[in-house]
């Protein structure tokens, strides 16, 4: 209505440098394999931990 976009009040600047890394030679895949390990792990983690706590919620909560 006024030529504003609402989607670009939300939008943040991207700054091509952010999320770059530097890597020693022959650390690529070695690093990618450990990054993926320890985000698998802490996915089941969260799994675990999540219905650990539902059930516990669960059963303080019955009657």
Do not use: C, W
């Amino acid at each position: 209505m006024l030529g504003l976009d609402p989607m670009r009040l939300f939008r943040r600047r991207r700054h091509s440098g952010e999320h770059r890394y530097y890597l020693l030679p022959g650390m690529g895949r070695s690093n990618r394999r450990f990054r993926r390990k320890t985000h698998i792990a802490a996915v089941i983690f969260g799994i675990i931990v999540s219905v650990i706590f539902g059930s516990l919620l669960y059963y303080l909560q019955s009657p």
